[in-house]
């Protein structure tokens, strides 16, 4: 029996001896990591909605990483790439079983306004549809992991505009210089819907003008928002009528419009434009009195639109006053930062309005007073603690909720710029300060921000005044010259240049951008000038930029002529330019009547 149990374990175990032992479950012990999450924003609110992306704004997106395996993660590197182009790459550190990490990326997609010229661009409207892949790929040169199939994620992201921020640069319209003042007024104006066809909103202004004086320019400006459309499924800016009664009883009908000026939210609910018509009225304010305009409601494609008080600027020549030099922009950017709403910063918000050129005295010496005027519609409306705007002139802070005149009267004068709120309602906000420490000696810049309060910043004014009368006027004799800037079509080219005779030396600067033809013309030596009643010529050389290949070339020459064929500039003044190429062939031209913008010839 004892013989027999022996055998029987001397069997058992040969038969164990056999086989090779193998650790059960061997790959399950093995890290494994895996992308859970593809997340872009442009911002997480408080309560966690992420927020946009935007199109021409930073944005982020968030790749988490989690260790599915069962065993620790050594550390890793993370890829994002973008419609199949890699954008970067971010480490990550050793994860535990069950732990997960995320790491940020910076995005800035570049996308177009979808209302341009009055018409919506439904396309562009839309966004666009990136692809955005995430890839972890672990520090272990053999990839020991238990599933390298869920390393990848791969996610469709859409990219919207958002017209809430700063992306409408006020325009300069008019830069000149003479014995006179700058006024700027909404009358007894107030908000005021207009919310049927034929419905009207009447504005009184009552202008003083010096026995003497000469207006040399006058801009009616009718601030809109909330246009709705016929089609609730479409887009429509307002259509309106104009008229002007003078004081002395005569009434023009349907007053030309000479500019326009649209933003909206281009995404989401209340996606309606807002904006500026302005009419140029130069030829119908002639006398001091009481001036009516009326804004008459036209629609054929809108159903309604509401007006905030339309403001008249004024500049006018008056022998007896000091001698100013004056700019005036105008435009329209609707802003709401303050992260509310599209999440967006201050810093996104900033609106500015730069005074192209230099001042024409030699140094800044001979300049007595600085004065920097802003006009905001709806700016000092902003309703809740924290909620503001601010102010900035060269960059200098000049203070926050600085706007008055929102809901009732206002009016300040400092030197030879005046700028009035008459009524109550208005919601129209204007400021003036004096900025005269904060002057610079060539492109001065005005910078309105909105920190929550949601303005549409429409209007800018510099003015300059020099030191006695004697003084300048006789500096004055000595500087002749020709100022402008603006645009031939507004898809292709744009121009800015300052050319000035000064104690016998030519001077000036030029800036040319073909946004078609992707180049860029820079100068800063005018070497000729000349000027012939409303014509002018000058020459120099300068340097260009290719932004197709990204190449700086310089020893170029240019020769500009302009006319200057009366105010403000668009639709009258034309602008020519040809540019030789450094082996003296012809390199570009092109020319045309402005668009937008203005010329002036200075003697």
């Given amino acids: 029996m004892k013989a027999n149990k022996i055998a029987t374990i001397g069997i058992v175990l040969a038969i164990l001896a056999s086989f090779t032992l193998v650790p059960v479950n061997a790959e399950a012990n093995l890290p494994d990591l895996t992308v859970t999450d593809i997340k872009a924003y442009h911002y997480i609110t408080?309560?966690?909605?992420?927020?946009?992306?935007w199109f021409n704004l930073p944005n982020s997106v968030d790749v988490t990483v989690s260790n599915i395996g069962l065993k620790e993660a050594g550390a890793a590197v993370v890829f994002l790439s973008i419609d199949g182009e890699r954008i970067g790459s971010e480490e990550i550190r050793a994860l535990q079983v069950g732990e997960s990490a995320t790491v940020t990326f910076k995005w800035t997609p570049t996308g177009q306004d979808p209302l341009s010229d009055s018409v919506y661009n439904y396309t562009l409207h839309a966004g666009k549809d990136y692809t955005l892949t995430a890839e972890v790929v672990g520090a272990d040169v053999d990839n020991n992991e238990k599933d390298m199939s869920n390393n990848v994620m791969t996610k469709t992201q859409k990219v919207l505009y958002t017209g809430y921020m700063a992306d409408e640069p006020l325009e300069n319209l008019a830069h000149g210089m003479l014995h006179g003042h700058v006024l700027y007024t909404t009358g007894d104006g107030r908000y005021t819907g207009l919310y049927r066809k034929g419905s009207t909103q009447t504005t009184?202004?009552?202008i003083n003008l010096p026995p003497n004086a000469t207006v040399k320019l006058a801009r009616l400006n009718v601030y809109y928002t909330w246009s709705k459309a016929l089609d609730w499924r479409k887009v429509a800016c307002p259509e309106m009528q104009v008229d002007i009664t003078t004081p002395s009883g005569t009434t023009y009908t349907n007053i030309p419009l000479d500019a326009v000026y649209n933003d909206i939210k281009?995404?989401?609910?209340?996606?309606?434009?807002?904006?500026?018509?302005?009419?140029?009225?130069?030829?119908?304010?002639t006398e001091s009195g009481t001036y009516t305009v009326t804004v008459k409601n036209v629609c054929t494609k809108c159903r309604y639109f509401c007006v905030a008080a339309p403001g008249i600027a004024v500049v006018y020549e008056d022998a007896d006053a000091p001698l100013i030099e004056y700019w005036y922009n105008e435009g329209a950017d609707t802003l709401m930062g303050g992260r509310r709403y599209d999440g967006l910063t201050l810093e996104e918000c900033i609106n500015n309005a730069e005074f192209p050129g230099t001042p024409d005295a030699t140094g800044l010496g001979l300049v007595e007073r600085a004065t920097l005027?802003?006009?905001?519609?709806?700016?000092?409306?902003?309703?809740?603690?924290g909620m503001t705007n601010y102010l900035y002139f060269n960059d200098n802070e000049l203070g926050q909720g600085v706007y008055r005149g929102y809901s009732s009267p206002y009016t300040k004068t400092i030197g030879s710029l005046t700028l009035s709120v008459g009524g109550y309602i208005s919601q129209v906000g204007i400021n003036v300060t004096d900025v005269t420490e904060y002057l610079r000696p060539d492109k001065n810049v005005a910078s309105q921000g909105d920190d929550g309060d949601n303005m549409m910043p429409s209007n800018a004014f510099l003015v300059l005044e020099y030191e006695t009368k004697g003084v300048k006027d006789e500096h004055i004799k000595e500087v002749t010259g020709?100022?402008?800037g603006g645009w031939m079509s507004e898809e292709t080219a744009?121009?800015?240049?300052?050319a000035q005779l000064k104690d016998n030396e030519t001077i000036g600067n030029l800036e040319y951008i073909d946004h078609a033809a992707d180049l860029a013309m820079h100068s800063d030596t005018i070497d000729e000038l000349e000027i012939i009643g409303n014509t002018a010529t000058f020459s120099g050389t300068a340097w260009i930029d290719d932004a197709s290949s990204g190449n700086v070339s310089s020893g170029y020459t240019f020769e500009i002529n302009v006319e200057d064929n009366g105010e403000p500039g668009a639709g009258l003044d034309t602008f020519a330019i040809s540019?030789?190429?450094p082996e003296g062939s012809l390199y570009y031209s092109a020319s045309g009547t402005l668009e937008g913008g203005n010329i002036q010839i200075h003697v």
Avoid: E, K
């Fill in 266 to 285: 281009a995404h989401g609910y209340w996606n309606l434009p807002w904006g500026n018509y302005v009419y140029n009225v130069t030829d119908y304010i």
């Fill in 46 to 53: 408080p309560w966690g909605r992420a927020v946009g992306p």
């Fill in 373 to 385: 005027g802003v006009v905001s519609p709806w700016g000092g409306s902003a309703w809740a603690p």
């Fill in 482 to 484: 020709v100022t402008g």
């Fill in 579 to 581: 540019v030789t190429d």
């Fill in 494 to 498: 744009t121009f800015g240049f300052v």
């Fill in 204 to 206: 009184h202004y009552a």
